[in-house]
């Protein structure tokens, strides 16, 4: 079945500091992935809508600067937390939809983000 | 505006007893329904979708799922949980046919099952 990568699993980074969190789909083309961000005991809340080779679509009170998405290519698409603080510590998880009609999602494994 | 709705945070049950989570949604057009599940430690994957068709959606692992349009509801039942279905629900909501639009989740619901 389909496969999503995501990388790394867990990354603890300094205030500050930016972090790249890498999203692949190892057997299947994704024009559109998705990113998530899951807090303790509560629910996915999408971010953001990932475009190969067009900007990112975010969701209302996510902030574009701070959560950069680069979808280079149909299997590759990044997220980069950039000067990443305490309360950026959380689930990051992405998702991506093969293109075949009415395909359901498949998830990766998620990020844990700690910044300390 | 799309939304999802969990009324059941957190379920207890012992083993072989039924279950049903209760999800809601709300949105103006054509929907696609599905439930997802989290074992511990793992991703999600999915249990069960809705397109179209029969209401009543039959998925892995013995867990099946009713759309009922005139209540916009999706409940997820088994008739008799094991220990091993202790894991978080997630009921999600893709507004729209085809492979457009995002999928949006209900607050989850977690389920613990005493052997």
């Known amino acids: 079945g389909a496969v999503v990568s995501q990388h790394p699993s867990r990354v603890i980074c300094k205030s500050g500091t930016s972090v790249k969190i890498e999203c692949r789909s190892l057997d299947f083309q994704a024009t559109t992935m998705f990113w998530y961000r899951q807090f303790p005991k509560k629910s996915l809340m999408l971010m953001a809508t990932?475009?190969?080779?067009?900007?990112?679509?975010?969701e209302q009170g996510v902030e574009k600067d701070k959560f950069l998405i680069n979808h280079a290519s149909l299997t590759l698409s990044t997220l980069t937390v950039t000067s990443a603080h305490p309360e950026d510590s959380s689930f990051y998880i992405c998702?991506?939809?093969?293109?075949?009609?009415?395909?359901?999602?498949?998830f990766g494994n998620g990020t844990r983000l700690t910044v300390t | 505006a799309q939304s999802v709705s969990q009324h059941n945070h957190h379920v207890i049950l012992s083993e072989a007893a039924s279950l049903e989570l209760g999800c809601n949604y709300s949105?103006?057009?054509?929907?696609?329904l599905f439930w997802y599940v989290q074992y511990p430690g793992q991703h999600l994957q999915l249990l069960l979708k809705y397109f179209s068709g029969d209401p009543l959606v039959k998925g892995i692992k013995g867990f099946e799922a009713e759309f009922i349009k005139s209540k916009f509801s999706f409940n997820l039942r088994k008739p008799s949980v094991q220990w091993s279905d202790t894991a978080e629900y997630f009921c999600a909501l893709k507004g729209g046919s085809g492979n457009t639009g995002k999928l949006i989740f209900g607050q989850g619901t977690t389920l613990q099952v005493k052997p």
């Open positions: 990932s475009n190969e080779g067009s900007k990112a679509t975010y």
């Open positions: 998702s991506a939809r093969p293109s075949a009609y009415n395909s359901p999602l498949h």
């Open positions: 949105y103006g057009g054509t929907v696609n």
